[in-house]
């Protein structure tokens, strides 16, 4: 098992993506912290992931916009299991509008959960790996930490600007053995991008057939849709890489889209 008990902290792993990455390392023998907005939420997943097995979960509170409730979550995973191995930032909204009709107060929103969740959780984590000799720094970025798409603003700054972050955070994590990378993946089939077809459709004058055939996945290789299992076998291999040799990169995963 490539991650036997490695402890490992997911945010927003209740559902989508996060879930499918801490089911994965799960499967692998980690120890996982679900954390996500609603305890109870939290603790349902991680006890299914553990009736699973073979490694095991707990569920934890964490808004990670707040630095209290971060700091608290991060401090109850090592009271419990004694260090902290991995760290999948992951938690992320959308809001799609026009840059002249984007509300501040959805701006503001959309870069603190993308990117103050990301610095907070770092933050928080970076110590413990430093003091055990080594980490690995995990951010959900996407294409558009690369491309640009109408609609998303606030998206596409935000995930531009985790590149940056996890780029810093190479430089001062790499002597001590702390890698971080960005995974990048395309459109991927969660409620999440589920929400933004008819709210494109609407917003550029279009049927949401066109929506997912031309904006979504007209850049692809094959018309697919990126699956949560792709990614969360990317999280797998950057959480089980343990050398500077990866590390301060972004992984696409995304059906060609983007290609680097």
């Known amino acids: 098992m490539k991650l036997k008990d490695k402890v490992c902290i ?124 080594g980490g690995a720094l995990i951010y959900m970025g996407s294409v558009h930490s690369h491309e640009a798409s109408p609609l998303k603003s606030a998206y596409v700054t935000a995930k531009h600007g985790l590149l940056g972050l996890a780029r810093v955070v190479a430089k001062e994590g790499g002597p001590h053995g702390v890698r971080s990378n960005v995974i990048c993946p395309g459109f991927v089939k969660t409620p999440l991008v589920e929400k933004q077809i008819p709210e494109q459709a609407k917003a550029l004058g279009i049927s949401e057939e066109e929506v997912v055939k031309r904006v979504m996945l007209g850049g692809t290789v094959d018309t697919e849709f990126t699956t949560i299992e792709d990614v969360a076998e990317v999280a797998l291999f950057l959480a089980g890489f343990e050398t500077n040799a990866l590390t301060g990169q972004s992984l696409m995963v995304s059906h060609g889209w983007g290609m680097r």
């Open 10 to 133: 997911v945010t927003g792993s209740a559902s989508g993506i996060g879930r499918a990455i801490a089911a994965r390392y799960v499967g692998e023998g980690a120890r996982v912290a679900i954390a996500d907005l609603k305890r109870e939420v939290s603790d349902a997943t991680a006890a299914d992931l553990t009736a699973s097995g073979p490694g095991e979960a707990i569920g934890l509170a964490m808004d990670v916009t707040s630095e209290d409730a971060v700091n608290a979550g991060v401090a109850a995973v090592v009271e419990k299991w004694g260090r902290v191995d991995v760290l999948v930032s992951n938690a992320g909204v959308q809001i799609v509008h026009k840059i002249e009709d984007f509300p501040f107060e959805d701006w503001k929103k959309m870069l603190s959960i993308h990117l103050d969740g990301a610095f907070l959780t770092t933050k928080a984590c970076m110590p413990h790996m430093k003091r055990q000799g």
